[in-house]
Nanobody, 127 residues
Framework: QLQLVESGGDLVQPGGSLRLSCAVS????????IGWFRQAPGKEREGVSS????????YYRDSVKGRFTISRDNAKDTVYLQMNNLRPDDTAVYYC????????????????????WGQGTQVTVSS
């Protein structure tokens, strides 16, 4: 059983930055793929980024490439999502999730592969 707790969401102006954190606790927590997802009102939850156990495989959805950076500190059991040059269409509740699978470019965004989810943190980009 894993527990994931997100933090760092806030109201920010367009062009601003935020860093989200996902604190992971529980047995074998370092052996899981961690993904960031987001859900805007009235829309499906979508994959934003994912990082493998070792950090050697990282994936992003196209719309955030070059703006968002995912990283993990296994010593602190925390995964980060650095978000720069934020846009209004980045507004959503952001969730982190953990899964026990091998991520590829064709599957990292599949919600069903993630077994554990956090409660979410709100990111609002508005002037």
């Amino acid at each position: 059983q894993l527990q994931l707790v997100e933090s760092g969401g806030d109201l920010v102006q367009p062009g601003g930055s935020l860093r989200l954190s996902c604190a992971v606790s529980g047995f074998t927590r370092r052996y899981y793929v961690i993904g960031w997802f987001r859900q805007a009102p009235g829309k499906e939850r979508e994959g934003v980024s994912s990082i493998s156990r070792s950090g050697g495989s990282i994936y992003y959805r196209d719309s955030v490439k070059g703006r968002f950076t995912i990283s993990r500190d296994n010593a602190k059991d925390t995964v980060y999502l650095q978000m720069n040059n934020l846009r209004p269409d980045d507004t959503a509740v952001y969730y982190c999730a953990a899964g026990n699978f091998i991520p590829y470019s064709s599957n990292w965004y599949e919600k069903g592969l993630y077994d554990y989810w956090g409660q979410g943190t709100q990111v609002t980009v508005s002037s």
